[in-house]
C-alpha cells in the first residue's frame, strides 16, 4: 500500500481521492450478511479480537506479561516523542512525559497487543508474521531469512509493539486463531461456515469470485495515485513526468512536498509504500524513502 505513479490519458478526468469504478466490486455480487455473526467470527474468537485492541477488559497478568509503567523505557521514549511534537496540547517538561507516559502505558495494559506469551509469538513466527526479528531486508535482494534462525521472545516483540507501526490486524488474526486452537475453541461461525454471509441467489458467490477489477485506460500523461484503499487519483494528470515531479516538490503543497531529486526518484521507480521506518531520520514517508537510498547509492 502506497503511492504509485499511473500512465493514464491526457483528458483523464476522474475525480480525486475517489475511487476508481473498476477497482470496486459491484454491489449486486454483495452477499446477504450472516445474523449471527460479525464476518463469520465465532462469539469466542469475537471476545479474543475484543481483548486484542481493549474494548473489554484485559489484565496483563493472564498472559504472564508485567504491566507497563510510565517510566518503561519504550512508553517513556513514545512519551518524549509527543510532547516533543505538541508542547501546545501535552505541555512542556518532566511533568507532561510523566503525564503523558502513564496515559499511554493506562492504554498499552488495556491491549493484548501488546502483552503477547511466548505461544503467541510462536504463533506468529509460524506463519512469517515477524519479519523484523527473523529476516533482513535490502532494496536489492528484499526480504532474507536470518541463518541461523532467530525466534524473538515475547518480551521482545511487546516492545517492539509499542514502537513503529507494531502489530497489523492480519497478526491479530493469526494470534486469535492460534489462541483459540490451544484452548479448543471455534474460530469460525458455525452457521455461516466462517463466510460472514450468505448468497443473495444461486450462483452469487461464483460469480464475486469470478470478478476482477479493471484500472483506468492507458495513455500518455503521468498521474500520481494512492493505493491505500482500492486505488484512486490524488494529482492532476500531467503531460511529462518532469512536470509531475514539479508538482510534487512545489513548496505550495505543505507536508507533502519532497525535494526535486526525491521526486525523480520515486517517478523513476514509479511505486512506493506508504510509510518506512529508516535509522537517521525514524518513520518517513515512502516517497521519501526512495529518494534516500537514492542519494546512498549515488
Known amino acids: 500500500m502506497g503511492r504509485e505513479v499511473r500512465r493514464v490519458p491526457l483528458n483523464f478526468d476522474w475525480p480525486l481521492k475517489k475511487v476508481w469504478d473498476g477497482f470496486l466490486m459491484p454491489d ?26 481493549g474494548y473489554i477488559l484485559f489484565d496483563p497478568a493472564s498472559t504472564g506479561s508485567t504491566p507497563l509503567r510510565h517510566d518503561t523505557p519504550a512508553v517513556r521514549a513514545r512519551a518524549e516523542r509527543n510532547v516533543a511534537q505538541a508542547p501546545d496540547f501535552y505541555g512542556t517538561g518532566e511533568r507532561a512525559v510523566v503525564r503523558e507516559g502513564q496515559r499511554l502505558a493506562d492504554l498499552f495494559n488495556a491491549q493484548w497487543a501488546h502483552h503477547l506469551n511466548q505461544d503467541d509469538v510462536d504463533a506468529l513466527v509460524a506463519e512469517n508474521r515477524l519479519h523484523d526479528f527473523t529476516h533482513t531486508w535490502s532494496r536489492e535482494t528484499g526480504w532474507q531469512k536470518r ?3 532467530v525466534v524473538p521472545t515475547a518480551a521482545q516483540v511487546n516492545e517492539w509493539s509499542l514502537t513503529g507501526f507494531g502489530h497489523d490486524t492480519i497478526n491479530q488474526m493469526v494470534c486469535v486463531q492460534a489462541r483459540c486452537a490451544r ?12 463466510r460472514g454471509s450468505f448468497e443473495a441467489y444461486p450462483g452469487q458467490r461464483a460469480e464475486a469470485e469470478a470478478w476482477e477489477p479493471t484500472g483506468p485506460p492507458e495513455g500518455e500523461g503521468w498521474q500520481l495515485w494512492e493505493n491505500v484503499t482500492e486505488g484512486s487519483p490524488i494529482s492532476p ?3 511529462t513526468a518532469e512536470a509531475l515531479a514539479a508538482w510534487m516538490s ?31 531520520t525514524g518513520v518517513v514517508s515512502g516517497v521519501e524513502w526512495i529518494g534516500h537510498h537514492t542519494t546512498e547509492e549515488a
Request: aromatic letters at 12%.
Open 28 to 53: 449486486g455480487l454483495d452477499e446477504t450478511p450472516c445474523a449471527h455473526c460479525k464476518g463469520g467470527w465465532s462469539s469466542s474468537a469475537e471476545a479474543l479480537k475484543d481483548l486484542w485492541y
Open 147 to 149: 541463518e541461523p534462525a
Open 183 to 194: 484452548e479448543g475453541l471455534p474460530v469460525y461461525c458455525a452457521e455461516c461456515d466462517g
Open 237 to 239: 494528470v500531467f503531460p
Open 250 to 280: 512545489d513548496p505550495a503543497r505543505g507536508k507533502r512536498w519532497v525535494p526535486p531529486a526525491t521526486a525523480a526518484a520515486f517517478i523513476a521507480d514509479g511505486w512506493a509504500p506508504s510509510f518506512v521506518s529508516i535509522p537517521e
